[in-house]
Nanobody, 127 residues
Framework: DVQLVESGGGSVQAGGSLKLSCTAS????????MGWFRQVPGKEREGIAA????????YYADSVKGRFTISRDNFLNTLTLEMSSLQPEDTAMYYC?????????????????????WGQGTQVTVS
């Protein structure tokens, strides 16, 4: 089974930056497309950024486009989300996710059922 562990969350003032990381415990990391999702208590989890297996294609929700950058390192089995110009509405639990079963990933990169593996999450609080 694939284990995903997020790190890098914390508290930051509005306008600040944070960098989230996700480490995957699998020898076949490069065969997974990856995504970042976030959830606020009482609301549905939303996809905010996703990246293809080779890292050449990235996808962003409108709410984070231009402020967040997703990247991956297939040698180190890591996924990164660099967040800047953070606002209070970015406060949420952030999750990384991995999937490889759906050829439709590029058409619907934030469809959650396409992701088979999820991390435990890391909290981001912006005040």
């Amino acid at each position: 089974d694939v284990q995903l562990v997020e790190s890098g969350g914390g508290s930051v003032q509005a306008g600040g930056s944070l960098k989230l990381s996700c480490t995957a415990s699998t020898a076949t990391y490069s065969s997974y497309y990856m995504g970042w999702f976030r959830q606020v208590p009482g609301k549905e989890r939303e996809g905010i950024a996703a990246i293809s297996m080779n890292g050449r294609n990235t996808y962003y929700a409108d709410s984070v486009k231009g402020r967040f950058t997703i990247s991956r390192d297939n040698f180190l089995n890591t996924l990164t989300l660099e967040m800047s110009s953070l606002q209070p509405e970015d406060t949420a639990m952030y999750y990384c996710a991995a999937g490889r079963q759906y050829v439709t990933f590029s058409a619907t990169p934030f469809r959650q059922r396409q992701y088979e593996h999820w991390g435990q999450g890391t909290q981001v609080t912006v005040s």
